[in-house]
């Protein structure tokens, strides 16, 4: 058996559903960052243990959690609220446990949008690491969201998960996607000044999850970055057969790619004021993420 983390923040139009797919494991942990809304209260009704721990980052906040907070067992999977546990899933993870040959898995998502599995444009299979001994993982930040580390080898699971990525509205997926946008902005500027791509990991990388970090930092380097995106997504990559919806879809990260350039442009080019500190005056970026990390749920 595995233990379930549940990572929340002002989820309630989601956790009950969430929770109730991962009632295959007897030991489910709701963290939570001091929702303001009924999420906790729905939460409890559930009967799952809750706690509850300041925002930080998506890497400081998983580190925590996996350090920090008590598991019944070693291994664990963590779930966002509106991502779902699926029987079939639940059982394949079960027997990956059983080996000792790796130390994580990854799982690909099947992201639901507009009442559609957008299979195409999104990249799928894309991976990320689900499943876990609590002993041999961390996180750490990486723009918006987190990387994993691993001490020691990991393998990839054949089923998936659903992501319902904008089950709590077009409003919510906008207001998020605008906070995103400026941790993306700073880790774009610290990539362009001070990172290279790795073209050999971009054509013989050992898996799909090397290979798209190496496609995500070459990108950061082409101009027009989201007028080739959407040529990427929605042609390439077979957007175009996703309907209404997958154009839609490539429409909006070809929004949020833009947003991301507009403060690339701020960070690099508007007038700051210098900021006051005792050690000397904090360059703007590093103020600004600063200030994202503690403020961003």
Known sequence: MFSIYILTHNEELDIAACIESA????????????????TVEIATSKGVRILQHTFESHGRQRTWM????????NWAYI?????????????????????????????????????RWIRHSTQYPRYQLRLFRKDKVWFS??????????????????????????SKGMSRWIEKHN???TDEAIETVRQLET?????????WGGNEVIRRRTLKDLSLRLPGRPFWRF??????????????????????????EYLILLKVWELKYQPQPAIDDPSGSIPLPEKQAEQTAITSP
């Open 141 to 166: 930040d990486y723009g918006h969201t987190e990387r994993e580390v691993c001490e020691g080898n990991t393998g990839f699971l054949k089923e998936t998960y659903p992501h319902y990525t904008c």
């Open 195 to 203: 990172g290279t791509v790795d073209w050999k990991e971009l054509i």
């Open 231 to 256: 040529l990427y997504m929605y042609f390439f990559l077979g957007g175009c057969l996703d309907g209404r919806a997958g154009f839609t879809w490539c429409v909006l990260q070809t929004f949020y």
């Open 179 to 181: 906070r995103y946008s």
């Open 79 to 115: 779930l966002e609220a509106d991502e779902r546990m699926t029987p079939e899933l639940f059982a394949e993870c079960l027997e990956a446990i059983k080996t000792s040959e790796y130390v994580g898995y990854y799982v690909a998502e099947r992201v639901m949008f507009m009442n």
């Open 23 to 38: 009632q295959f494991s007897d030991d489910i942990i709701v963290v939570d960052s001091y929702s303001s809304d009924r």
């Open 66 to 73: 996996i350090q920090e907070v008590p598991t019944k067992y």
